[in-house]
């Protein structure tokens, strides 16, 4: 049976509301974002929407040269690699696919994050927060069930996912291509 890769990122995002997150969560990464391309040129989440207003989030295609992310010379993370069937594959292009045909319709899930922080389970159908959006559409895809609820998935939750780190450092490193900190 043919298989691909696709890649889960996490990053311990240099920004004010990630930093909060952090220190009140406890955890060392604070977004998520689903990569279907070792390069990184097809990687989604949900983040800001404009970049000098965090309180406005929406689906979309990231790059780590844009954006938040520009303003920043290193962007510690990890990329995770997970081996997928060609089926598992399909169904996560169709669901990704759903999400860009219908991006009007989706937006961040601020409320989410104090149902996380809390514990509390409830889900808002178009409403996600970035590893929210990772982990559904591993599940939804048949790749993963991390056996909880959408909304208690943090990016921490996330590194369960896969034993095969790809690279671990500041991402924009990894971008250049030269691969200096790398744990590989």
Request: net charge positive.
């Amino acid at each position: 049976m043919d298989s691909r890769n696709i890649y889960i990122i996490l990053v311990k995002s240099p920004t004010v509301p990630a930093k909060f997150i952090r220190f009140f969560k406890r955890e060392k990464y604070s977004h998520a974002a689903i990569a279907l391309d070792k390069e990184l040129n097809s990687m989604f989440s949900f983040a800001r929407k404009w970049e000098s207003f965090p309180f406005a989030g929406c689906f979309k295609r990231e790059n780590i040269n844009e954006g938040v992310y520009k303003k920043h010379s290193k962007l510690p993370g990890i990329i995770l690699e997970l081996t997928v069937t060609e089926q598992q594959y399909q169904k996560m292009i169709v669901q990704i696919e759903k999400f860009k045909k219908n991006k009007k319709i989706y937006s961040y899930n601020y409320l989410g994050l104090i149902f996380n922080f809390f514990r509390l389970d409830y889900k808002r159908d178009y409403k996600f927060f970035c590893s929210e959006f990772v982990y559904y559409i591993l599940n939804e895809s048949g790749i993963i069930d991390l056996k909880m609820s959408r909304i208690f998935v943090s990016p921490q939750e996330l590194l369960k996912v896969s034993d095969k780190v790809l690279y671990e450092g500041n991402l924009k490193t990894y971008l250049m291509g030269t691969f200096v900190d790398s744990v590989v």
